[in-house]
Structures are given as C-alpha cells and as structure tokens.
C-alpha cells in the first residue's frame, strides 16, 4: 500500500514537471502570435485605439513591429509562462490523476461512449482547478498583451508587478478576478474538448502498442485539428472574458456583467464580434498543440529510462 502511494506521488510530481516544462516551452515560441491575438480581441475596449483599431492580423503585426518594436511581441510573454508552468503542470497532474480515478478498468473499444465521458470530465476539471489557482496571472498576462506603448511612459504598466499593484490599489483583489464567473466555463469546455477528445482519439485511432510509436508529426496534426476545435468553440467565452477584464482600473465599467457584455457585443458588433482575432488564435493553438505531443514524448522518454 504504502510502495502503491508513494508511486502514485512520483508520477503525480513528474506529470507535473513534464506539463509546466512541455508549456512553458510551447508558449514562448507562439508568444508573437498570442500578443496579436489578445490586441484584435480586446481592441474595441482598449482606449488608446480609440479611432485607429487594427484590419486585421497583417496589419496588426506590422503596427506592433514598426511602432513598439519586435520585442514587444513578447510583451506579457514573463506573465504567461509564470502562469502558464504552473497552470499546465496542474492541468496535465490533475487530468491524469482523474483518468486514473475515473477510466481505471474501463476498456475504451468496449464502453466508448462511458471512457469520453470520463476524459471530457477529468480535462474540465483538471483546467478548471488550474485556473482557480493562477487566475491573477491569467488576468495580468490580458492586461499585459493589451498594453501598447513602445516606451514605459507611454504604457499604462511597466510589469507584471505594477500591473497587479495598480489594479489591486483601484479595485481591491477583486479586481484581479474580473471575468472569473465565465472564465470558469470557457475553460471547463475548453480542456475538455482539448484533453478528453485527444486521449480518446489516440485510442481510437492508434492502438496502446502504436500510441508509443506513432510519428511525431501525426501526432501533432491530430492534436492540432483537436485543439483548432476546440479553441473555436470556446471562443466566443474566452472574448467575453477577456473584455472583462479590461474593465477593471477603470472609472466607468463599458459593461455590468458577462449577460451585458454578450449583448452589447451582438448589439454593436454582431456575431463575427465574438471571433475577432480567432484566425490569429488558430495560429497560437499550434503551441497549444506542441504542449500535448512535447508531453507524450517526455512520457515515452521516462517510461524508457524506468525500464
């Protein structure tokens, strides 16, 4: 019992290592396309675009290289791997310490329908633990990329420290929380479509003995068209939340809440409001995608170092 309960801890703390390590990897070479995204997303509550919003993801590369320079890109990028270790490390802990919880004994040929149900539900968890923990640096790292300015008097914060200080003197903690309510189900939705339809693909798709020696490349393109899906849809929730968050510091809110911020989008910008700056989100996802396939090759190499 007790070899059983240290083995379970083992694998837990090198889920955990091999989760924060595959993320915060992943996020830093897709950081120009994730600051890109964040601007055409946030762009309509941002006030110092106020009558010079971007056309699009071109235009929107080419006015942050030109005018803030090319680090810029990777403005917030301190914040996200600060947030993004941790929160893949429970992400990827958590989900799997579930799978075993949940699918131990279930056959996924045989009981297809009940081993889904069980993915979907331990990768919803499992992102919504994470983000309970690191909601502040997920908020920081918004306020962070939105933030324009190529010097430090021309940007509302200079780092990830002013940014929660400022914020936390304006609107209390709460204030880091803007958006939270609705962040919760846009992650819910989103890591468990991202983790529960990549394990049970690869079962479907690839036998136990063949997971092990399936390409690297095939791999990353099914994990890529599981996460271009699933970013999509959840997408319209991440928009919401992140215009949210922009309200905070600020004397007037533009919105009174998640209901008004959804109707106040289709009011003034229709439908296609919700998916601004989605292409360029597909672009990021390849990260997203890099972290399930770095993940399983730090699997494949420590399963050969135990043997």
């Known amino acids: 019992m007790a070899h059983q309960q240290s083995s379970s801890s083992s694998n837990f703390l090198r889920d955990f290592l091999m989760g924060g390590v595959s993320g915060a990897l992943a996020k830093t070479i897709a950081a ?27 235009d929107c590369f080419y006015r942050v290289a030109t005018e803030e320079g090319i680090l810029a890109f990777w403005r917030g990028n301190w914040a996200n791997v600060l ?10 802990s958590v989900k799997d310490a579930l799978n075993r919880k949940f699918l131990d004994g279930i056959d996924a040929n045989k009981r297809r329908a009940r081993y889904l149900a069980g993915t979907l539900a331990s990768g919803g968890l499992a992102g919504s633990i994470g983000l309970l923990i690191v909601y502040p640096l997920d908020f920081a ?15 509302q914060f200079n780092g990830l420290v002013d940014c929660c200080t400022k914020i936390v003197k304006s609107d209390g903690v709460t204030g880091l929380y803007q958006g939270f309510g609705i962040s919760v189900i846009g992650i819910f939705v989103y890591r468990a479509l991202y983790f529960g339809c990549y394990d049970f693909g690869k079962k479907m798709i690839w036998e136990e003995k063949d997971q092990k020696n399936a390409s690297f490349i095939a791999r990353f393109f099914f994990a890529q068209f599981i996460v271009s899906t699933s970013e999509t849809i959840s997408y319209p929730l991440d928009t919401v939340r992140r215009r949210l968050m922009m309200q905070s510091g600020k004397a007037v809110s533009e919105y009174k809440g998640t209901a008004d911020c959804f109707q106040k989008i289709i009011a003034k910008e229709g439908f296609s409001g919700f998916f601004k700056g989605n292409l360029s989100n597909i672009w990021r996802s390849v990260g997203s ?4 396939v770095f993940y399983d090759e730090l699997q494949k190499f420590f399963a050969a170092k135990d043997k």
Not at 83 to 92: L, V, W
Not at 289 to 292: F, G, H, I, Q, R
């Open 32 to 58: 120009p396309i994730e600051r890109v995204k964040i601007l055409l997303q946030t762009q309509h509550t941002n006030t110092k675009l106020v009558g010079k919003t971007y056309n699009g993801i071109v």
């Open 83 to 92: 947030r993004y270790f941790p929160t893949q490390a429970i992400n990827f």
């Open 141 to 155: 790292r918004t306020r962070l990329g939105a933030d324009i300015g190529k010097a430090a008097s021309e940007r």
């Open 289 to 292: 995608s890099l972290v399930l």
